[in-house]
């Protein structure tokens, strides 16, 4: 049974993508942030299909507005999530689950779908090309790879011998001079773009061995 996702869902959702998506694990906080917290997510884009209490599948979707096109600005629909468990594949349920975001998301006014990389607030730039099942689920509903991304990252669990990352130091010295060390939010948004050009960073992150994909949805 496919109904919208409700905020006492996520743990099960979290169990569901984790058993789905090995290379991209999310804890709750992440979970919630990518979620709940992203502007462009709205009730009508979150479904899951579930049996006697066990999530089989789900989708999360958001939308973002920008740039402009005849009559108006540009809106694109972003699949930030979609899982089917591992044993419930091929049953149709990730056909169905992507039939109805799709449905949500036209009915929004998007212009067309992406997946992944919906910035400001995204959890993966694309689909990662160690999950070829679900590269082939994408293309066989019509969606095509416009490009590649890649991105280093590196484990800070205690993997380096006596490499310490305490940086308690080095922070009471920047405090002391003056400068503000805290998460960045909405609020320093403005703040954060106008800085970027001078870093010489194009602008976007990337994660390693990504595709983006998308469909376009209207003509």
């Known amino acids: 049974m496919i109904r919208q996702i409700r905020t006492e869902d996520f743990d099960r959702l979290i169990g569901c993508w984790n058993d789905s998506a090995p290379f991209d694990p999310v804890s709750a906080g992440l ?7 992203d502007s462009g997510y709205r009730s009508q884009f979150g479904l899951l299909d579930q049996e006697d209490g066990l999530v089989l599948g789900f989708v999360v979707g958001v939308v973002r507005t920008g740039g402009t096109k005849a009559g108006g600005k540009m ?33 929004s006014g ?18 990662d090309v160690r999950y070829a099942q679900a590269i082939r ?35 009471a010295d920047l405090i002391a001079r003056g400068f503000q060390i805290r ?27 990504h595709s983006e994909t998308f469909r376009s949805v209207c003509t």
Do not use: W
């Open 183 to 209: 998460r960045a939010g909405d609020e320093t948004r403005t703040l954060f773009m106008r800085c970027l050009p001078s870093t010489g960073h194009p602008g976007a992150t990337r994660s390693r061995a």
């Open 110 to 127: 998007v212009d067309r779908i992406r997946l992944g990389e919906s910035a400001p607030n995204y959890l993966t730039p694309g689909v």
């Open 31 to 37: 979970f919630y942030e990518k979620v709940a917290e």
């Open 137 to 171: 689920f994408f293309e066989r509903h019509g969606y095509r790879v416009i490009g590649e991304t890649y991105n280093l990252d590196v484990s800070l669990h205690y993997e380096l011998g006596s490499v310490q990352f305490d940086t308690n130091a080095e922070n």
């Open 75 to 107: 809106a694109e629909g972003f699949l930030k999530f979609l899982a089917v468990r591992s044993e419930y594949r091929g049953s149709g349920i990730g056909s169905s689950l992507l039939d109805e975001i799709e449905s949500a998301l036209v009915k």
